[in-house]
């Protein structure tokens, strides 16, 4: 169980990395940690319904991040992110093998300390189902939150409590978002229409409009309240992402959905979860490397924002 806030004790042990996302510092006293944003990896895939092996998701976009980071600014930014944000790895959770309930209360414990500790989180999974207990602990700190999500499905099915279709049926049952400031990106499977409470932009209306129009839209719907990421890596067509437990033919390329990122500037964000990266069916480290660089885009944009900058 969870110790006092701004600790990390015993009971939440976490990995020694091999490697920290962007070969950042990991986290040795969050009490005492002067980083703005933390990374933690989630290790996690007891409610993948498709193809396992999303619980090696983190180490493997921690290793691919290394590619992403060694030639210093990042095009199109003009400056090299960890000289704009203190970043840190807090490394992985841990939690009792086989126990989906046991991830969800240290999960949601322990990103509560980390924003009780005034800093922002980028998670990397493991399932989309960890989204669930992230946006238990983010709605704990500010409130309803709006919900912008990448994804091929809208997860939204009124499915069993351990599924990673069903979080955010549970996140909008439990007053976690505002589904009237909430959009989901890039979706192409089935879904109720005339019950739906989020506002869809599937992936025709982005391949057809474009990342501007695709952007707007978000902005128009989100508004200035805190804003969530969850960006599950199957919103890329399988071109661009064969490493994931259900892919979808007909998603977004990586260049378009970097774009629908880099032009989320202004946007108030408070924190994303990166899921669904499946190494085992993964090819060069593709999925990988996409993943990594569009965690890194998230960061960017958040750089963005402390320096002052509209767009790269």
């Given at each position: 169980m969870a110790g006092k806030k701004g600790e990390i004790d015993a009971d939440i042990p976490l990995t020694t990395l091999f490697s920290t996302f962007l070969g950042?510092?990991?986290?040795?006293?969050?009490?005492?940690?002067?980083?703005?944003?933390?990374?933690?990896?989630v290790p996690f895939d007891l409610a993948a319904s498709g193809r396992a092996g999303t619980r090696s998701g983190p180490p493997a976009v921690r290793l691919a991040s290394v590619q992403v980071a060694?030639?210093?600014a990042r095009w199109p930014w003009d400056f090299f992110i960890l000289d704009e944000l203190k970043i840190e790895d807090i490394g992985d959770l841990r939690f009792k093998n086989g126990d989906p309930s046991s991830m969800v209360e240290e999960l949601e414990d322990l990103t509560g300390r980390i924003l009780d500790a005034g800093k922002k989180v980028l998670s990397i999974g493991g399932d989309h189902y960890i989204a669930l207990p992230l946006l238990r602990a983010h709605a704990r700190k500010f409130g309803k939150v709006a919900l912008i999500h990448f994804d091929a499905h809208t997860d939204s099915y009124p499915t069993e409590n351990y599924h990673h279709g069903s979080m955010f049926y549970h996140a909008a049952k439990e007053g976690l978002?505002?589904?009237?400031?909430?959009?989901?990106?890039?979706i192409r499977t089935a879904y109720d229409k005339e019950d739906?409470?989020?506002?869809?932009?599937?992936?025709?209306?982005?391949?057809?409009?474009g990342p501007d129009a695709v952007i707007e839209r978000i902005k128009e719907i989100v508004g200035s309240g805190p804003a969530y990421i969850s960006f599950d890596i199957d919103c890329l067509d399988p071109a661009f992402a064969p490493g994931t437990g259900t892919p979808v033919v007909g998603g977004l390329s990586t260049d378009y959905a970097l774009a629908i990122m880099r032009g989320l500037t202004g946007v108030n964000l408070i924190g994303m979860d990166l899921v669904e990266v499946s190494p085992p069916y993964?090819?060069?480290?593709?999925?990988?490397?996409?993943?990594?660089?569009?965690?890194?885009?998230?960061?960017?944009?958040l750089a963005a924002g402390k320096l002052g900058k509209t767009e790269p």
């Open positions: 950042v510092d990991p986290v040795s006293d969050l009490a005492t940690s002067k980083a703005e944003i933390i990374v933690q990896g060694w030639e210093g978002v505002d589904p009237g400031r909430s959009v989901q990106v890039g739906h409470p989020f506002t869809v932009l599937d992936a025709r209306y982005v391949n057809k409009h993964d090819h060069s480290e593709i999925t990988a490397i996409a993943a990594a660089t569009i965690g890194l885009e998230f960061l960017n944009v």
